[in-house]
């Protein structure tokens, strides 16, 4: 089972941030935060991950709270481009062998 | 990130027939081969995993002399569906592994059966 929980569904306005929150409150030391996103018929693409620093590339933001029970995902200007679902996952960093488990994820629409 | 390419992108076969799906990592070893399905409306479930050179390891539920898998190289592993019936429409997806690296997607395989 996922050891996350996302809202099922957000709308945000195209140009605007999209903050996309995500509740794992079991989440072991060694478990990182992973995000992927995927577009309709398209396989899951990675956006970011973290371990308990903030972190930020081209595409988003991720934010940890300090407890490392939440993070908020944050798409700085959204565009129609982004409407998908976006999937929250923890597990082990680089570990070998270990698969992805999704759970729903939030389905995003990014509107005009 | 890491080049991953699955084909056919879509097939549609007749029930009885089998078809064969292809995932290659085009610029790393992939030691680990990870396949998912994903029904309409629903996430991704992992179906097995396979490491090079070794027998596949199936999920509960999943019929390993339906779903043929071969790793027989770390830059390609095949998903062959076997014997395929309407209830396995679906979208599979492959995920290969490095060693000490992430696991990367396949751009998914939507097969129809009719």
């Known amino acids: 089972d996922a050891k996350t929980t996302q809202p099922t569904s957000m709308d945000c306005a195209e140009g605007r941030a999209a903050n996309l929150p995500c509740n794992h409150s079991?989440?072991?030391?060694?478990?990182?935060v992973y995000w992927y996103r995927q577009i309709h018929s398209q396989g899951p693409q990675y956006i970011i991950h973290g371990l308990k620093n903030n972190e930020t590339n081209e595409m988003a933001s991720l934010i940890i709270t300090e407890d490392r029970k939440s993070s908020t995902l944050i798409l700085p200007h959204a565009t129609l481009r982004d409407t998908a679902v976006y999937y929250c996952?923890?597990?082990?960093?680089?570990?070998?062998?270990?698969?992805?488990?999704f759970g729903p994820g939030t389905r995003l629409s990014v509107l005009p | 990130g890491a080049v991953v390419s699955q084909h056919p992108s879509w097939v549609i076969c007749k029930s009885g027939t089998s078809v064969k799906i292809e995932c290659r990592s085009l610029?790393?070893?992939?030691?680990?081969m990870f396949w998912y399905r994903q029904f309409p409306k629903q996430s991704l479930m992992l179906m097995a995993t396979?490491?090079?050179?070794?027998?596949?390891?199936?999920e509960q539920g999943v019929e390993k002399d339906k779903f043929l898998i071969n790793h027989a190289s770390l830059t390609l592993s095949t998903l062959t569906v076997t014997s395929a019936h309407p209830e396995d429409s679906s979208f599979y997806i492959c995920s290969p592994q490095g060693q000490n690296t992430e696991a990367f997607f396949g751009q998914g395989t939507r097969l129809t059966v009719v």
């Open positions: 610029d790393f070893q992939a030691t680990t």
């Open positions: 996952i923890v597990r082990p960093g680089v570990h070998y062998g270990q698969n992805f488990v």
């Open positions: 396979s490491n090079e050179g070794s027998k596949a390891t199936y």
């Open positions: 079991t989440i072991s030391g060694n478990e990182y």
